[in-house]
């Protein structure tokens, strides 16, 4: 019977994301099936490419005879489960994204398989003298030393032009062979193992067989009497044996040496065995009414509403109790890195090795062998950042996303999903429950609560029964009024050395990274700025360089103006490093630890400083906004915002909700143990509304406020922001393309909807508020839209930006295209 399969194929071209159907050989069709990886030819050149399998059809209706077959299959198993397919193709049309960018994100990195070509001589003995070309004789020497070397690696070694057609000619000679080998980046770990194959009654005449001076065999052999089985450098360190007095036992079969695989260890800790928790009557409250979904097994979205502390964790894991008990699997997602430590103790604590951790901190073999472990279904709950929303449990039972409201749950990256949205779609896909909690909830998912999308459940009070902290907001214009220029306000100062007597730890938070956020001449205002980007330099005094947080450009800062040779350079702004050097200055003999991007690149370096802030052997730590948020430490009793100014000047409609969020996650982190905590807010505009509900803890009080000021101005949640960015290097072709492009949208937009208001819902092309970054010039263009009309816009927006409808060049210019982004920066 003739059987086809649908392919998506590992090309990033924009002009081949479409499937592409090749015909499955007929000792192949048993054993194939949809989401398979497998390697196909493409192109005019065959060049043998790996393909994800889509869909399966017996009938086609275009000619048979023009079709390829599928050469190999590489997966035993399907990678991606039907759901899993069908969430991407539902993303990609969600996100206008391509194919591949969406499946590359659901699949694990690094296991994409590709097909390399090794060059091997046919016959080493060859004589040479006979080849007349040059090139052709240039890569027989070479590969006399380096047989069997891969093809980009030759290339790469000799730089031949046209090194295609002397080794096409050397194959047609039969002088060479290419060998198509297919290989991944990340592969199982494997250590060699020592198997013992004798038995222990058996020894002494072992013994007496074994030459009289092979003493170091006979120790080995003594050694094994208690083992089984040894890793081969256990067995030669704790023996003091070398690798060859082993190799000769396993000649005379008294030893077999194999490779074992050896899974890489991401939850090495020794985690002490908890209990669960007596629930209080809030969260019992909470706790039954999604329980209730899980015992019926309905598909339901909830939010829980939950002051920090109120223990929406503990609520979290008696929940997946349940989940596991009914034999279903659990997906916890948390938005940073640095909460992975605690949340995974938490966690492992009372489910033991029943869970698996995938976030960006792992290497790739780690995330690989996490990966396999829920794929065999060898736990049942995973922990991780965005992207452990696709893990791959085969009978998912819930979804919960701690911290709901936070940014790092929009991907930056194509495809350029929201995954708060991709769970919902998940959830309906598994008819899992879907669980949201945060002490702040953005925006639009209160909204959609309160429109009925998420059943929502409050939980106002926190489980130790402790009050919420005080927030003392100090006006920083008055401080300077009084003489005082420090970072520090009074009371600030003063509640540092009243906790550091009392051997209270501190926290201060700070949401700018490095010493001074710019340098500028006092003379005639000359900011030094990145030559790629068109942003000012910040300062890090550590290393004495001045660094583009965009793109990684760093240079020694200047002593002398280059504009106008003035000595007057004065460093503006503070950052977490300027921070840090005036606490020191300020309090001595303390131990002071910076959390930032800048102290927190090396590996586990979130978790050795955490732990050493738990281990009480860190008196203030200082932080961006990575500190703010689901830390649980009961010896602090003291949280400083330096500045709360600094998101709240943004020009982006969600300035006011990112201050509240980032001031009252903050503020929650002091006075979670038996104590009452206290929080200083320093701000040069403490009337702001944000800041006022941010020290009244008061949430609905600022979601009233907020929603009216986002029906006024036309914000989500009440429409839909497309956000589309081109970039290029010529800023005049880029500014005409970007015309061409906006005129194609919006004739289309009218001609599909004659009542849609163009001049108040399109904003014309025009510089982003960023208009140079990496070298690249920048344009945008806003469109505003209802849930209705969204569909209709992305469509012509896709037909326009992707497809190239009208043949405008877009291929001078890089497109990206957002929707309902974090930011319109």
Known sequence: MDLYAEIIVDNNSTQTDILYTYRIPIEFQDNLKIGMRVIVPFGMGNMLLQGLVIKMKNTISFNKNKLKDIVEIVDKEPILSSNLIELGLWMRREYLAQYIEVFKTIMPTGITKKVKQYIYVVDENINITNIKSKNQKKIIKFLFDNNGIEFEELKKALEISNINSSLKSLKSKNIIKVENKIEQDINKKYEKVVVKLFKNLDIPKILKGLNKLAKKQKEVILFLKDYKEIKLKDLTNLVGSSYSTIRSLESKNLISIIDKESPRQVLDKNYKKTENMELNKEQTECYNRINNSISNEKSKKFLIHGVTGSGKTEVYIQLIENVIKKQKQAIVLIPEISLTPQTVERFVSRFGNNVAVLHSGLSLGERYDEWRKIKENKVDIVIGARSAIFAPFKNLGIIIIDEEHENSYKSSINPKYDTIKVAEKRSELENAILVLGSATPSINTYYLAEMGKYELLQMNKRANKQEMPNVDVIDMREELENGN???????????????????????????????????????????????????????????????????????????????????????????????????????????????????????????EILDRFKNKEIDILIGTQMISKGLDFPNVLLVGVIAADLTLNLPDYRASERTFQLLTQVAGRSGRGERKGNVVVQTYDPNHYSIIYARSHDYIGFYKEEIKLRKIFNYPPYVNIISIVFSGLDVRELEKITKYISDAIIKNIRYKNKDFDVSNNISKPMPSPIPKIKNKYRWQMIIKSSDKELKVIKNIIYWVCIKNKYNIPIDKVKISIDINPNSIM
Not at 530 to 541: G, Y
Not at 585 to 590: C, D, L
Not at 593 to 600: L, V
Request: proline share 2%.
């Open 485 to 607: 220029k420090t970072i520090f306000s009074n009371r600030l100062y003063n509640d540092i050395i009243t906790n550091l007597k009392d051997e209270r730890q501190i926290i201060l938070f700070l949401n700018r990274r490095g010493f001074s956020t710019f340098i500028s001449c006092r003379e005639c205002g000359y900011v030094e700025k990145c030559p790629s980007c068109d942003v000012s330099l910040t300062f890090h005094k550590k290393e004495n360089w001045l660094k583009c947080h965009y793109c990684g450009f760093a240079k020694k800062p200047v002593e002398v103006c280059p504009k106008c040779e003035s000595k007057y350079i004065r460093y503006f702004g503070i950052g977490t490093q300027k921070v840090e050097e005036m606490v020191k200055k300020t309090f001595e003999n303390i131990n002071v630890e910076r959390m930032d991007i800048d102290t927190t690149s090396k590996k586990n370096s979130h978790e």
